[in-house]
């Protein structure tokens, strides 16, 4: 299944005999909840989605910033977005498909087969001549059975020595990487034997994602190709689901630690590595 589609070939299959189910996960960690803005507007019938609070399981702070959801939580969750078998489903945002990236990595770990982005955002929508609606969107609730265990992905322990036998890729911007600055978390620095590689750089400057070419160029001057055991984290697991995506348009399977820097240095016993 791929994993994007373009606003051109949204629009068709919106106005075709089995549209897709569209999920609006707007989301930054300076505007984490985006409601006013969906309100504003959005994609005919697109449901908002919460990511602190659908996407995540927010509270223990020894497990990350966004530690993954139960499947019972995601589940219901899924079911007030409206969500029933079989359903085909867009997620998307107005940035560079961060949160709506978090949605699609959840909704595939959850065993949902048909889940693509948006590629661009809602500016690549309003670009091609897309229409939007405002105010709130109700929807029935569905009736959605999820699987769990669908992604890969790793623990903290995994993350410590996947060095060893791979790759461990750390999606933040270089200058928290090499430990200069940390703005969110107790300790600043990454893991060791980790290699740095931006999130940002997947993208283009409209949003969207790189070509699969250039996405495969980008991993392979990393060292990383379709044969590498490759395990991604980030802050908190919400932009290295970005970089999950993007690996898996250049045909690379790839682990997520899903507790990341956030839960890494909230625990002493875990060593900080700084510098390049």
Do not use: K
């Not at 609006?24 to 602190?52: C, E, M, N, Q, S």
């Not at 750089?201 to 160029?217: R, Y």
């Amino acid at each position: 299944m791929p994993v994007l589609v373009s606003a051109a070939d949204l629009a068709e299959e919106l106005a075709g005999p089995r549209p897709p189910r569209l999920l609006d996960v707007r989301w930054t960690l300076t505007r984490p909840d985006g409601r006013d803005d969906h309100a504003a507007g959005h994609l005919p019938g697109a449901v908002y989605v919460d990511l602190d609070t659908e996407l995540a399981s927010i509270g223990d702070p020894r497990r990350g910033r966004h530690p993954l959801p139960t499947r019972e939580a995601f589940q219901q969750a899924a079911r007030r977005w409206g969500l029933r078998q079989d359903d085909a489903v867009v997620v998307y945002d107005d940035g560079p498909s961060f949160g709506a990236a978090r949605a699609w990595w959840l909704l595939r770990h959850a065993g949902v087969a048909d889940v693509r982005i948006l590629d661009g955002g809602l500016a690549a929508w309003t670009a091609a001549g897309g229409s939007l609606e405002a105010g709130a969107v109700t929807v029935e609730p569905g009736d959605i059975a999820l699987d769990w265990d669908r992604m890969p992905v790793t623990d903290a322990d995994g993350a410590a020595v996947w060095p060893e036998r791979g790759i461990l890729l750390d999606a933040r911007a270089a200058e928290r990487f090499r430990g200069e600055v940390e703005p969110m978390d107790p300790v600043a620095g990454h893991i060791t034997g980790a290699v740095n590689a931006p999130t940002a750089a997947n993208s283009a400057a409209d949003g969207t994602f790189l070509t699969a070419g250039d996405l495969s160029a980008r991993f392979a001057r990393l060292g990383v190709d379709d044969a590498t055991r490759v395990a991604v984290y980030c802050g908190s697991g919400v932009t290295a689901a970005h970089q999950i995506a993007a690996l898996e348009i250049a045909g690379i399977r790839a682990s997520l630690y899903p507790g990341s820097w956030s839960e890494w240095s909230n625990d002493p016993r875990r060593p900080a590595a700084t510098g390049r």
